[in-house]
């Protein structure tokens, strides 16, 4: 069975920095691409940010170019999410989710197993 733990998310102030971290077991993990979603309070859920299996083909979504940064380590199952310059409107809860062979990095139906979420509270 397939299982995306995600961790890292919190409180944090305006500016400041988290890192999320998202552990995949039960897979093949060097063949799945990756990808971060986030729903904020009483929206959608939404891309946020995806990386291939070989780290060579990596996405994000304009809002958070510049200031989050995707990467992987296959030696230890994870994809981390590195978010700096924090904002209030990052808030939400933060899943990472494990790609199917197949469609665009964007589409969230193009994903087909999901972890439980990580708060992320951004204060002003």
């Known amino acids: 069975q397939v299982q995306l733990v995600e961790s890292g998310g919190g409180l944090v102030q305006a500016g400041g920095s988290l890192r999320l971290s998202c552990v995949v077991s039960?897979?093949?993990?060097?063949?799945?691409?990756i990808g971060w979603h986030r729903q904020p309070p009483r929206n959608e859920r939404q891309f946020v940010a995806a990386i291939s299996w070989t780290g060579g083909t990596i996405d994000y979504v304009d809002p958070v170019k510049g200031r989050f940064t995707i990467s992987r380590d296959n030696a230890k199952n994870t994809v981390y999410l590195q978010m700096t310059s924090l904002k209030p409107e990052d808030t939400a809860v933060y899943y990472c989710?494990?790609?199917?062979?197949?469609?665009?990095?964007?589409?969230?139906?193009?994903?087909?197993?999901w972890g439980q979420g990580t708060q992320v509270t951004v204060s002003s």
């Open positions: 989710a494990a790609k199917r062979a197949y469609g665009d990095y964007i589409s969230l139906r193009n994903y087909d197993v």
């Open positions: 039960g897979r093949a993990f060097g063949s799945s691409a």
